[in-house]
């Protein structure tokens, strides 16, 4: 971890200067705040007012930051030296660091992400020399050796296209590549440009070295070589180049990737420790086996309330619905919004997200897939968490059901829903449905095209008003009047009394909402 201080330090005075000091505060992410809408910030964050162009600007994006507990808010002159905006860092205590008035917020982002992933890449490889691993922890050193052989800017990549780290002189490459660190991985657009041209097949060949030219977008060229280990695609390394690279320098670079797959096995060991010691801490808090506290420490939740939000995944390919869990649960863990805790239960995952931290943004973006089914229960604080996981397996049912519209459903909103079923449920372990008359209407519904007990399902809920049933029903009022007319003549029971008419609604409701 480092400090704001840190962080400042290392960036240099040219580009930072502290305007208001709150050094013990750790700094975990770069966040760019956007104009027009109030980003999501979580504890540690380094702000960028990118879009601050008034002093209200400043203040307001302070308070806000602030109260989510980010480190610090970068601001340009003259706003980090305004006495409204200090009073208000002081009031919130967060730390506001002024950034040269000439400095581009694009190179920023790049300086402070790579500040942050060489601090915990330091970090890392202590703990790996401490344990006798190896010189293998600092990605970015590596990145910065490649480029060295192959005289280019580098980026190390996963499997997934997901920039791990990056070399020294990145600002004399193209869009493509500005947009792939901005972004922490490859573009959607960028990626298709580089299937299109059949990059990626040739890297699941066994190629050692790929030369892709110039394009007419303008994206320079690229050689790219695989990092494997026995047999299995790790990542690739991605170099920008001028032109076509003589083989001997080409040969070189390729000489890394022994070294690079060596660090990426060693780090996907122990990722997935680490996620199979996280799944079995949350498995526990859920099943109310754990101490909620003491899990709650140990994978860093935080303070304030938390959500659990359930996640279905309706297939009937087994294997195929485990493959698309599994690739949920690694972007879920990767990070949307506050990186959430994550488990599986009998086929489903739960996640345990902050409230107002994590779920907003993890309600977007899983609202915005094509699939899954999502559930969530109320915000609790840690130690009544198994409420919540009990409300999001409630609100799972009534999406499987069909009794809500989907695909993301909080238990909050859905409360008239839950109630009816809720109610259904019970009436139906008492039976009511088959005393009284309702059951003479029963038998007719065997016929074709029946449709005596939903015409009279919405007429009761309607308070016999014929316009608002039909609509309900998407038939004229006349056809209802005439429905009705067979329901009265076919049903031994007084329509006019309101006890009768009460007892056959909560008959009809237990039928449809059980």
């Known amino acids: 971890m480092i400090t704001v201080r840190g962080v400042v330090d290392r960036v240099g005075p040219t580009l930072l200067r502290t305007a208001v000091a709150m050094e013990q505060h750790q700094v975990t992410d770069v966040v760019i705040a956007e104009a027009g809408r109030r980003t999501p910030v979580a504890a540690g964050d380094l702000v960028l007012g990118v879009a601050v162009h008034a002093t209200a600007d400043a203040v307001e994006l302070v308070r806000h930051a602030g109260t989510q507990g980010a480190a610090a808010v970068l601001l340009k002159p003259p706003h980090a030296a305004r006495s409204a905006v200090k009073s208000a860092a002081l009031r919130v205590g967060t730390a506001i660091v002024e950034v040269r008035g000439g400095a581009a917020w694009a190179q920023l982002v790049w300086l402070l992400r790579s500040v942050l992933d060489a601090a915990a890449d330091e970090t890392e490889a202590s703990g790996l020399l401490n344990s006798g691993a190896g010189p293998f922890g600092d990605l970015f050193r590596l990145a910065d050796a490649a480029a060295s052989v192959v005289d280019a800017p580098v980026t190390i990549e996963d499997a997934n296209s997901r ?4 070399s020294a002189r990145q600002d004399g490459t193209d869009p493509a590549r500005v ?3 901005m972004g922490r991985r490859v573009p959607d657009d960028v990626l298709a440009r580089f299937r299109s041209r059949g990059v990626f097949r040739e890297l699941s060949r066994g190629r050692t070295t790929i030369f892709v030219p110039a394009q007419k977008d303008g ?10 280990m026995g047999g299995e695609l790790l990542g690739s390394m991605w170099a920008v180049v001028p032109g076509p690279v003589p083989d001997d320098r080409a040969a070189a670079f390729a000489d890394a990737a022994p070294v690079v797959a060596l660090h990426l096995l060693r780090r996907r060991a122990r990722e997935d420790s680490e996620r199979r010691r996280s799944a079995e801490l949350v498995r526990s808090v859920l099943e109310g086996t754990g101490s909620a506290r003491l899990v709650a420490a140990e994978l860093d939740l935080g303070a304030g309330e938390h959500r659990v939000v359930a996640i279905d995944v309706p297939t009937d390919d087994p294997l195929g619905g485990e493959g698309v869990r599994l690739a949920l ?3 879920l863990t990767e990070g949307v919004g506050e990186r959430p805790a994550v488990t599986e239960l009998h086929g489903v995952l739960y996640a345990v997200v902050p409230d107002q931290a994590g779920w907003p943004a993890l309600r977007e973006a899983l609202a915005a897939m094509a699939g899954p089914l999502v559930a969530a229960g109320s915000p609790v604080e840690i130690g009544d968490i198994v409420r919540s996981r009990t409300e999001a397996d409630e609100g799972l049912s009534l999406l499987r059901a069909g009794l809500v519209a989907g695909p993301v459903v909080v238990h909050g909103e859905v409360w008239a829903v839950l109630v009816l079923h809720r109610a259904a449920v019970a009436a139906g372990g008492a039976d009511v449905t088959a005393v009284g008359p309702l059951p003479q209407l029963r038998a ?13 399902y919405e007429w009761l809920r309607h ?3 014929p316009r608002t049933a039909a609509a309900a029903l998407r038939i004229h009022p006349n056809t209802l009047r005439y429905r009705m007319s067979r329901v009265t003549a076919l049903l031994d029971a007084d329509l006019s009394d309101p006890d009768v008419r009460l007892a056959l609604l909560i008959q009809l409701a237990t039928q449809r909402w059980r």
């Open 329 to 331: 649960m690694e972007r």
């Open 163 to 166: 920039v791990l780290a990056y």
């Open 219 to 228: 994206t320079l060229p690229r050689l790219i070589v695989p990092i494997r």
């Open 463 to 465: 308070h016999g008003d």
């Open 179 to 181: 947009s792939t660190i």
């Open 444 to 456: 007719h519904e065997a016929e074709p095209g029946a449709w005596y007990l939903d015409t009279l």
